[in-house]
């Protein structure tokens, strides 16, 4: 049973932004934030790999574009929560032996250990919550360190709550007022969707149902 919390409100400090682009894999792997982790190369595809990091209030969003599939095995950071959404559908993606399905993400407690893989050309989205940004219910208990062992989970398929993953790595790109980083969000978010279903009309930077 997933523990209920809820993310404390926020204002917006930009700790840093960029956007890097590799041609070396190796490279690649070791500018990935948020968990230690050793990964490998599975079936290229193009000799070109990407990313885009930006840390804002504590909270870190990664975007990742990948020439390959590759194998990712590692723990994550002990001192926050990483969900991780799959953006390419055409793609097989699996933690811990668990193949995603559609509108399903990955969810890492704090210090669990994970394995990720892919077999083809993918993009995918990190979002890292350190665990002090996060408000818990008062009939939650925090978790202490050593009170239980951590774990790597895939959810069901749950569009909604995918969505409003998606609405707030938007309103973090909106916020900073960096066009780089909104286009990058809005080809990745609309990418993974059909044009009816997404909910942003990225053309105008802001949600299509407003």
């Known amino acids: 049973m997933y523990r209920q919390f809820r993310q404390k409100p926020l204002a917006i400090v930009i700790r840093f932004m960029n956007y890097k682009e590799f041609q070396d894999f190796d490279h690649f ?3 990935i934030r948020d968990v230690d982790c050793v990964m490998l190369l599975n079936n290229l595809k193009q ?3 990407s990313i885009f990091q930006s840390n804002l209030s504590g909270i870190d969003v990664q975007l990742g574009r990948l020439g390959s599939g590759n ?5 994550s950071w002990s001192d926050g929560f990483v969900i991780y959404l799959p953006l390419t559908p055409r793609c097989a993606y699996s933690a811990n032996g668990t193949v995603l399905d559609k509108n399903s993400f990955i969810v890492m407690e704090p210090g669990c250990d994970f394995c990720i893989s892919t077999k083809d050309e993918h993009d995918w989205c990190s979002i890292f919550v350190p665990t002090h940004q996060i ?3 008062n009939n939650v ?13 895939v959810t069901r398929p749950n569009p909604l709550l995918a969505n409003q993953f998606w609405a707030l790595v938007h309103s973090i790109a909106n916020a900073a007022n960096y066009e780089e980083f909104k286009i990058f969000v809005c080809r990745n978010m609309c990418s993974s969707r059909t ?8 053309r105008a930077g802001t949600n299509g149902h407003a």
Do not use: H, T
């Open 71 to 75: 194998i990712v095995e590692g723990q």
């Open 195 to 202: 044009e009816e279903s997404c909910l942003f009309d990225c």
């Open 47 to 49: 000799n070109i790999w």
């Open 135 to 137: 408000a818990y219910d």
């Open 29 to 31: 792997a070791e500018s």
């Open 141 to 153: 208990i925090e978790p202490s360190s050593g009170s239980k062992k951590m774990i790597c989970r």
